[in-house]
């Protein structure tokens, strides 16, 4: 099955700077890839998602781009500001062989005000 | 629409119990998944319905679990004979389509 991996596992920036998660993939045929955002005691919740067909997509300070050759993915978060701290996760499926999605581990963001 | 409902909130148990979690999804999504979070790692896939039909199930759902969605509304997963193992955060999301779940709350399970 897929493979996900996440870095890194934490991370804290300054309110004001950007935030970079990466994830790379085992399955050269996965085609989605979606990004969530839990707080705590919540469940995950989608913040932007990405299809293999487009390599960058962006969403007001959230953008989130796919090297489909290398295999990786990474969510970018410009001008963070402190309700951006959460555990962020990413995880990859392919739609044409099953429901699954895989997640990677997380990325523990804190933004210092 | 207020969002994918789960209960109880959190469950304790003595091992060996047996335990049953709800979830009312969003409803017009006909889409039903069930995942498993524990401390520090991302959900796992449990199992997944369209409408009534348990179209996929995880290996990682052993014969302890049973997962119904009776009509294709909400959903129950039971889980027989707990062990501590088992403990975790249960979350249920649903869909309309294929990409993007609206998961729950979740519901932490505490077997002692």
């Not at chain 1, 990466?22 to 045929?29: G, I, L, N, R």
């Not at chain 2, 449990?46 to 302890?64: C, G, H, I, M, V």
């Not at chain 2, 997962?67 to 501590?84: H, N, V």
Request: proline fraction near 4%; hydrophobic fraction near 25%; aromatic fraction near 12%.
């Amino acid at each position: 099955g897929e493979n996900v991996e996440q870095h890194p596992s934490t991370l804290s920036v300054q309110e004001g700077d950007s935030a970079v998660i990466k994830c790379t993939y085992s399955d050269s045929a996965s085609n989605y890839f979606p990004w969530y955002k839990q707080e705590l005691g919540k469940g995950p919740q989608l913040i932007i998602d990405i299809r293999s067909n487009v390599g960058e997509k962006k969403d007001q300070r959230i953008a989130v781009t796919l090297n489909k050759t290398a295999k990786h993915f990474s969510l970018h978060i410009t001008e963070t500001q402190p309700e951006d701290s959460a555990v962020y996760f990413c995880a990859a499926s392919n739609r044409d062989t099953g429901n699954q999605f895989y997640f990677g581990t997380g990325t523990s963001l804190t933004v210092i005000p | 629409d207020t969002g994918v409902s789960q209960n109880p909130r959190h469950k304790i148990t003595k091992r060996g119990q047996n335990v049953t979690f709800r979830c009312d999804p969003i409803s017009e999504h006909n889409r039903l998944y069930w995942y498993r979070q524990t401390l520090g790692q991302g959900p796992e896939f449990l199992t997944y319905f369209q409408n009534e039909a348990q179209l996929e199930k995880s290996r990682l759902l052993s014969d302890r679990f049973s997962a119904e969605r009776p009509k294709g509304s909400f959903s129950t997963l039971e889980i027989q004979r707990t062990e501590q193992g088992d403990s975790a955060m249960y979350l249920c999301a649903s869909s309309p389509t294929y990409y993007g779940y609206t998961f729950g709350s979740g519901t932490r399970l505490t077997v002692v």
